[in-house]
């Protein structure tokens, strides 16, 4: 039974509220009830202290962690948790790392897993790319970490990272790795991975939204179309050694499409290179900065006018170059989009 | 106030979903039910019938459809969302689709976005690979409309699929089309957004995680690392034509990583290709069918050894092939990993 009380000063608010919490609980949560009302009678006959009692229950049904789950337990699920809390064993805490993608920066286009996680998440340690409507998500008490680039300042070292995740982890900490966009794409997920594994440190990747999803959803366009591409490539502006050298002769067939990562500062190269293997100065190209965001932009131009359309619009954010594709409207004009997350 | 009672059976469930209620619920709530009792007061002065009143409330504060941003509402936007409901011009209602991705199945990796718009959807047109899962956070009064395949039938046309979403707009509702993975990798939004234009039906994208990065998850493995790779493609085994060719001797590099969606019946022709342009037979490649479900499997394998273990595995279901990853413990055997989901 749900009641939501506002001392009668909004019963629409409350009623609305009452209605959205019961669609929200799993059907199981009244069947649950009467499973637990047995086990209730059994647990006072051998656990006396009504603390103790109260404190076994709290052990398996926790706010947040994973309650929504274990709302859905069969009722041999719960007499195993059951049992399992009356093992009263309760195993040292040992602090684990979920690899998190945050999404472009929209909080519509965050999986509910990153958003269940940053809400039992003891510390969070985030870059720069991460929106601050994400970081809302997590819990007031959380520590929050931030490991991006502070202004004027360097990037912190990612050998700074790997020793502070793996160093929370161990005092105990549920951490979480929040990355903006995927962290498997260009995101240094496996630097990461390698210095948990090397430190024995339990961890998990739930992957994210990638920026070129959202910026392809943006400009209404499918990364893939039959008949047009049977692949798209994601690829990145810049590796350790400077400008990335890529397939350019393969990037530069009229079909190509691709999605540049970290593009803005490589786009003269990228331009010289594809034009010197053949592409077209008229081959399309959308510039798309802050994907998902309020403050998005789109531009739709050609290779030929590339570096002069980013100097002219101003694109200095995190910008997503699609290779090959058109705005739906027209090129060389800023352009409105339907965007995931306008209703 | 949030109350939540079990009669009796299970104080201790009921105490844990009241403190998960209420860290969701915005701070702000308080606040607004204020500003609410003001307005009432006001409204009751100019609409004297009170159901005339209650429908006034219900149309701002409806369960699912964006309550929780509605929540977050300052006394501004409160009183502007007032204001408009006031003046009683309910505009015409016109239908909209949304494009959404279902993600690849697990619950975690669908997204705020697409959970939202499956909680106020009319109609969900939904295929074959959409979870159960994430079926069921549609409402049950929605209409659910299948258009994958049937056993023994052929799949619903496309052009059947887009005359059943222009046509569900067309009659006002709020259409989902709901598709596995993300839409716009190798799923064939574009065709349906074109019919939308064509129609003029207002539409918008909502962009899923695709099922290459869920199996990158699964198998530990970053899809990009800096000093390996500068790219990975998204390929399809299967084109208009049939196989899909591709630029295989790029691919065949030692240091190439792609991944092959709908790989499983062209793999015998994507080893063949791989080959004859100098992939050795020892090149890596995991299979990794029904990512992030509970019947995932993965097995590592090199590309010699891709035909016969698909075969001697039984790889039947929808699988992704990642060309030049391995699976973190050893290759050749079938391979438990840390899943995102598993707690």
Redo the contacts between chains.
């Keep these: 039974?749900?009641?939501?009380?506002?001392?009668?000063?909004?019963p629409?608010?409350?009623?609305?509220?009452k209605?959205?919490?019961e669609?929200r609980?799993p059907k199981t949560?009244g069947r649950?009830?009467?499973t637990?009302?047995s086990l209730?009678a059994r647990l006072s006959g051998i656990m006396p202290e009504f603390a103790d009692r109260?404190k076994l229950?709290?052990g398996?049904?926790?706010?947040?962690q994973?309650?929504g789950e274990r709302l859905k337990y069969s009722d041999t699920e719960l007499e195993q948790a059951f049992e399992q809390a009356l093992d009263g064993q309760a195993s040292e805490k040992i602090g684990k790392v979920s690899l998190v993608g945050a999404?472009p920066g929209?909080?519509?286009?965050?999986?509910?897993?990153a958003?269940?996680r940053l809400?039992s998440a003891d510390v969070i340690v985030y870059d720069r790319l991460v929106s601050q409507e994400v970081l809302d998500m997590g819990?007031r008490e959380a520590k929050y970490i931030y490991v991006g680039k502070a202004p004027g300042a360097h990037t912190t070292r990612q050998e700074e990272i790997n020793r502070i995740i793996v160093e929370e982890a161990k005092a105990g900490h549920t951490v979480v790795r929040l990355k903006g966009g995927?962290?498997?794409?260009?995101?240094?997920?496996?630097?990461e991975?390698e210095a948990l594994?090397a430190a024995g440190i339990?961890?998990?990747?739930?992957?994210?939204?990638?920026s070129a999803?959202?910026a392809?959803?943006s400009i209404?366009?499918?990364?893939?179309?039959?008949?047009h591409n049977?692949?798209?490539?994601?690829?990145?502006g810049h590796?350790?050694k400077g400008f990335?050298?890529?397939?350019w002769a393969?990037l530069a067939r009229p079909n190509a499409r691709?999605a540049v990562y970290m593009g803005l500062g490589a786009s003269r190269f990228i331009q010289g290179r594809l034009m010197l293997h053949g592409a077209s100065a008229e081959f399309p190209v959308t510039i798309v900065e802050n994907a998902s965001r309020e403050n998005e932009k789109i531009i739709g131009t050609t290779l030929g006018n590339l570096v002069q359309d980013i100097e002219k619009y101003e694109v200095l954010g995190p910008a997503i170059l699609l290779l090959g594709y058109s705005p739906?409207e027209a090129s060389n004009i800023e352009f409105q989009p339907?965007?995931?997350?306008?209703?």
């Design positions: 039974v749900v009641a939501i009380g506002s001392e009668g000063s909004a629409g608010l409350a009623r609305a509220l209605a959205d919490i669609t609980l949560t649950l009830a009467g637990i009302a209730r109260q229950w709290a398996i049904f926790t706010p947040g994973g309650l999404g929209s909080l519509d286009l965050l999986t509910i897993g958003q269940r809400h819990r995927d962290p498997l794409v260009f995101g240094r997920a496996d630097e991975i594994e339990a961890h998990e990747i739930v992957p994210g939204i990638t999803a959202a392809a959803a209404g366009a499918s990364l893939t179309s039959r008949g049977k692949s798209v490539a994601l690829l990145t590796d350790t990335a050298e890529q397939d393969g691709a739906k339907l965007r995931a997350g306008n209703e």
